[in-house]
């Protein structure tokens, strides 16, 4: 079950990586208003959420541990950091999904800008993706750049950009602010659920980790629980109940009686008792 729920995190964060990517060269692709370091913060901030996820744990433990005031402040800053930059994020994805003057404004400056530029081949891309002429209408500011009023024409097309320009702005503001809130709603469940040692977060972790978790768990425990406290007046009247010496006195005295010489008789017999055996023999 651990093992489950934090394989699903690490799944959501990769999905979200790939959603925001996948807008992030579509809006390129289109030419979309909307600034390509917003639609590229929001392709690195489901990394940036991931990697602030994965070393919170071991972050809180030391700051905890510390008595430096800023390492101890060290996580309520990060996450502060990447609430600031979700909000942002959110707020600036937000304003091209809803309708409003300010998008329409966007739009007429992005293929006005494309026009002055003389940008036919990005003016093409839009025309034979979205299958229209020109943006107000067919005639205006088509492609080819030459010939405006000819698009029409040439490639049989009765439709102007500005309407599906518009909603593949939406669309692609809309997904990218979808990733934003994903994000934000993941890093909220991260600091309810996150604890150090929980186990169903720090499962999908690396072995070392663990191993880690475990040395200090071993470390914190107090040596030789459970061994009852003796008297050292009561081993000291033990000691002097005892008819055999203890410590190193036992080992001097029994190194003595060990060493003392002993007498015992001979296995050699002499000439003469040898004699006195034959004579008895005889």
Same mark, same amino acid.
């Given at each position: 079950m651990a093992f489950g729920l934090g394989l699903a995190v690490l799944l959501a964060f990769s999905a979200l990586f790939g959603i925001a990517a996948v807008v992030h060269f579509h809006s390129a692709h289109l030419s979309l208003p909307v600034s390509s370091a917003v639609t590229i913060l929001t392709v690195l901030l489901p990394v940036f959420?991931?990697?602030n996820s994965f070393i919170y744990p071991s972050l809180l433990h030391s700051a905890r541990n510390s008595s430096n005031p800023l390492h101890r402040l060290s996580p309520t800053i990060l996450q502060t950091l990447q609430g600031l930059f979700t909000t942002i994020l959110a707020t600036l994805l937000f304003e091209k999904v809803v309708p409003s003057e300010t998008v329409e404004c966007l739009i007429d400056n992005q293929w006005q800008h494309l026009w002055r530029n003389r940008n036919g081949e990005a003016i093409r891309l839009i025309q034979d993706t979205l299958?229209?002429?020109?943006? $107000?209408?067919?005639?205006?500011?088509a492609y080819p750049i030459s010939d405006p009023k000819a698009c029409a024409g040439m490639f049989g097309r009765n439709q102007v950009c500005?309407?599906?320009?518009?909603?593949?702005?939406?669309?692609?503001a809309g997904a990218d602010f979808g990733v934003v809130v994903a994000v934000g709603l993941l890093q909220i469940l991260s600091l309810l659920m996150t604890r150090e040692g929980t186990n169903w977060w720090t499962a999908w972790r690396s072995v070392s980790?663990?191993?880690?978790?475990?040395?200090?768990?071993r470390e914190s425990r107090p040596l030789l629980a459970g061994i009852p406290d003796v008297d050292a007046d009561e081993v000291v009247e033990q000691q002097e109940d005892s008819p055999r010496p203890l410590g190193y006195q036992?080992?001097? $005295?029994?190194?003595?009686?060990e060493n003392r010489p002993r007498v015992e008789p001979s296995g050699i017999r002499t000439t003469r008792q040898e004699a006195?055996?034959?004579?008895t023999d005889n």
């Open positions: 959420s991931f990697l299958n229209c002429c020109g943006l $107000n209408t067919l005639k205006d500011r500005r309407g599906p320009w518009r909603s593949a702005l939406r669309s692609s980790w663990h191993r880690q978790q475990q040395v200090n768990h036992s080992l001097t $005295n029994n190194t003595d009686e006195n055996v034959w004579d």
